[in-house]
């Protein structure tokens, strides 16, 4: 057995890490082991280009017999294309690697479907967590709240509001990395290297717009500097290089989508159980507006918004909105938070 080194890396993105150990390989160290998510072992060898990829096998509670098979399954196939099984995390993420093939498929998932399956599976499995973290905060608070009144004291009141404040933020954690794992997972590896990639061809900027006019000016500046947005988050864009060119952007929202409806008198957009905005039938009709209007579009501003792009201004929604419609909520939650909290103290006084 070769010689062992230990690394220890901490890294969100699944996709940045299946990149990131196909580097190691090259330069002669292969995954071995994986513990806490963030401490690898590699076993030292000749260098070697290989491909990764991940997968989860997590069972339910109560699994049914082709749940129980379908790891089983999926490896004797993936054998056959060539994939090795070599670890799993605590979390139970599968990894398995192969010799890259010049003319051939080096990816697990080479198909938009496959993609697809894949992405929602993380997806799911985060979300989940995410709503575990809420309930749980929600029962916690009732459970400081009603033991607040019954010793008069509030000092259980605030130790609910804080421990429950900490489940929703890492609740809110968990969404994100549902969004980003489902956004990961959909794209190829050379589409997913072309957002993200360290080519000089590419860039990242960081900043943080609060309105979308001060947002729409920067992205005109840039691409009036050759660089054009393909991707964007909440604080972080990434561009890739193009000609220089003044283009005027927009983002639009459901907001703005059924504004402008009401002034046609048509029925308003809306979905009671849509909380997250994940059923498409608002961005749709955005898109459909937009291209009737000579928009093209650029990328989406999260799921609740959307990018658009044109040679020339064009008169589309609302001219100026807030960005981050969740901070409000956050503020009302603390105001909330301590106006509940004063009444309390004001009881038991």
């Known amino acids: 057995m070769g010689q062992t080194i230990r690394k220890t890396k901490f890294i969100l993105s699944l996709m940045r890490e299946k990149f990131w150990l196909e580097e190691m390989a090259q330069q002669g160290l292969f995954l071995k082991n994986i513990n806490l998510g963030v401490i690898y072992t590699f076993e030292k060898g000749n260098p070697q280009r290989l491909v990764y990829d991940v997968d989860r096998f997590d ?46 498929i080096n990816e697990m998932y080479d198909t938009e479907e496959e993609r697809r399956i894949h992405a929602l599976k993380y997806r799911d499995r985060y979300q989940n967590a995410a709503r575990i973290n809420y309930k749980c905060a929600m029962a916690f608070d009732i459970l400081m709240l009603l033991l607040a009144f019954l010793i008069r004291s509030l000092f259980p009141f605030m130790l609910g509001f804080v421990w429950s404040t900490i489940l929703i933020v890492f609740g809110f954690w968990c969404e994100g990395i549902a969004q980003m794992c489902e956004r990961e997972f959909r794209m190829g590896a050379r589409e997913w290297l072309r957002a993200n990639g360290k080519k000089s061809d590419t860039k990242k900027e960081y900043r943080l717009f609060l309105t979308t006019k001060g947002l729409t000016k920067y992205l005109q500046k840039q691409s009036a500097n050759g660089w054009h947005i393909i991707r964007s988050s909440a604080v972080c864009y990434s561009f890739e290089k193009g000609p220089q060119q003044t283009l005027y952007y927009t983002v639009d929202s459901k907001a703005a989508v059924n504004r402008r409806r009401r002034a046609r008198h048509l029925q308003k957009i809306e979905d009671g159980k849509d909380i997250n905005q994940q059923n498409n039938d608002w961005q749709v009709e955005s898109v459909k507006e937009a291209e009737q209007n000579g928009m093209e579009f650029a990328c989406a501003y999260a799921n609740n918004q959307i990018l658009y792009r044109s040679g020339s201004q064009v008169d589309f929604g609302k001219k100026n909105m807030f960005l981050y419609s969740w901070l409000l909520y956050w503020v009302i939650f603390i105001a909330v938070g301590f106006i509940m909290g004063f009444i309390t103290g004001y009881i038991s006084t």
């Open 59 to 104: 069972l339910p509670k109560y699994p049914v017999l082709k749940e129980i098979q379908d790891r089983e399954m999926f490896v004797s196939l993936a054998e056959e294309m060539g994939w090795r099984e070599i670890t799993h995390d605590e979390d139970m993420n599968y990894y398995f690697c192969k010799p890259y093939e010049e003319d051939g």
